[in-house]
């Protein structure tokens, strides 16, 4: 069985993942990667014993952008009605990443952009042996 530690660490891989990979991934669209932020966050803040922290974090960020009752995907959209769901998105994960550097959620920003860019190179160096495979039938 896993640590509260160990559960802290994952669940901050997971924030940092959706941050440095494409959120789409995870979320599959701009409120979905909202919830899945908001849920992250809120469970680390639970186990860390911060929930009143993050609760007052994330009201004043709403305070800031005017979101009235609406979460970040909500409030971009009634700002910027015509906006499309990659656009939204960027402005979650924006302000999702203030959250977690006001409350200090331990991402290992660059481990996880060191494992990202090398299974990116992986992918291309496994792309090109099948493109050379197909190239020799």
């Not at 069985?1 to 802290?8: F, H, P, R």
């Not at 014993?49 to 959209?77: I, M, P, Q, T, V």
């Amino acid at each position: 069985m896993a640590s509260i530690d160990e559960v802290v660490e994952h669940l901050a891989y997971r924030i940092g993942l959706i941050y440095y990979d494409n959120p789409f991934t995870y979320g599959g669209y701009a409120e979905g990667v909202n919830r899945l932020l908001e849920t992250y966050h809120e469970v680390w803040a639970e186990i860390v014993g911060r929930y009143e922290e993050f609760r007052d974090c994330c009201s004043k960020l709403w305070e800031e952008d005017e979101c009235g009752a609406n979460h970040f995907a909500g409030c971009y959209l009634a700002n910027h009605p015509d906006a499309d769901d990659e656009d939204v998105t960027e402005y979650v994960v924006r302000q999702w990443r203030k959250v977690s550097d006001r409350l200090g959620v331990p991402i290992r920003h660059e481990e996880i952009q060191r494992e990202l860019e090398e299974s990116w190179q992986e992918t291309q160096r496994m792309l090109e042996k099948v493109s050379r495979a197909e190239g020799q039938e």
